[in-house]
């Protein structure tokens, strides 16, 4: 049921269709064939990994070097679980990797076949580590970030970075490197992305404290949080961290508000523009 409910999942990006016409314009299709299989098995192990941890996964998306598994964990889930989701894909490649070796030492597949698997295999696995979001290595560099910044910010500097990246690859795609037209879509796919990743930014912090609110992070260290009496409650969710729980004070003040309970005012009672100075006065 489970890999059932994988290929239920499973959706094309008009980007590969794109290639796929490419391919057979090109004659390449075979070489296109062993890259989405290769990319297949890749978002299996995101799949798996997931489903063991019973994600809600509502979509998976496949393009040419790699797909994202989009699911509605909104970043509330434990940083370490997290890496071991994303980890789960790259792992994939050592498993081909080695059942490639073995199919060669049977003398299964021709070594034309063989070699083409082997290459397309790690040019996939280093194009998915690179520190672009939303590829692996984006998301582990967002991952280290929200070890130590609050998930505003982390997430920010991550698009940040990854749009700096995708420009510098452009660069050296006109004027050091050899111009490939396919190599060219994908980081204008992935600049895309970012783009959008980068207009959808407040959505993507108030879903993370919308959903911190209805499924409360547990057995997270508590974080004391000092604040002056003028911040609005969004600026204080400002501060707030991925792997910590917070108890908010106000300058001045020897009261403190519960992260829930700042929350709870925020999304429930619509206190959107009155400062904690009210609050905690009232």
């Known amino acids: 049921m489970t890999f059932l ?22 004659g390449t299709f075979v070489q296109l064939f062993i890259m989405l299989s290769i990319v297949f098995i890749h978002e299996m192990g995101h799949y798996v990994a997931a489903s063991y941890y019973k994600w809600r996964i509502y979509s998976i998306v496949l393009w040419v070097f790699g797909g994202v598994m989009k699911t509605d964990e909104s970043n509330n889930r434990r940083i370490s679980e997290d890496i071991i989701v994303t980890v789960a894909g790259p792992l994939q490649h050592i498993i081909i990797f080695l059942l490639t070796i073995s199919l060669d030492f049977l003398n299964v597949l021709p070594p034309s076949i063989i070699s083409l698997v082997h290459y397309y295999n ?32 982390a997430h920010q500097y991550t698009v940040v970075f990854s749009i700096v990246v995708c420009c510098f690859i452009i660069l050296l795609q006109i004027f050091i490197f050899p111009f490939t037209l396919s190599a060219c879509l994908l980081i204008l796919f992935l600049l895309f992305e970012n783009r959008k990743e980068w207009v959808n930014k407040y959505y993507t912090f108030i879903r993370f404290l919308f959903n911190r609110l209805n499924q409360p992070p547990k057995d997270l260290e508590m974080e004391v949080i000092l604040v002056p009496e003028q911040f609005r409650l969004i600026d204080v969710f400002s501060l707030f961290k991925r792997n910590k729980t917070h108890k908010i004070y106000i300058e001045g003040y020897q009261k ?27």
């Not at 409910?5 to 090109?26: A, D, G, K, Q, W």
């Not at 508000?257 to 006065?281: C, P, Q």
């Open 5 to 26: 409910n994988f290929f239920r999942l499973i959706h094309i990006h008009p980007i590969l269709i794109i290639f796929i016409v490419i391919s057979l314009m090109t």
């Open 122 to 153: 790690v040019i996939i696995f280093l194009f998915n580590l690179l520190p672009i979001y939303p590829l692996d290595g984006g998301k582990l560099l967002f991952y280290m970030l929200s070890s130590y910044l609050p998930f505003r910010k």
């Open 256 to 282: 403190s508000i519960s992260e829930n309970h700042s929350l709870y005012l925020y999304f429930k009672e619509k206190k959107l523009l009155e400062t904690v100075g009210n609050i905690i006065r009232n």
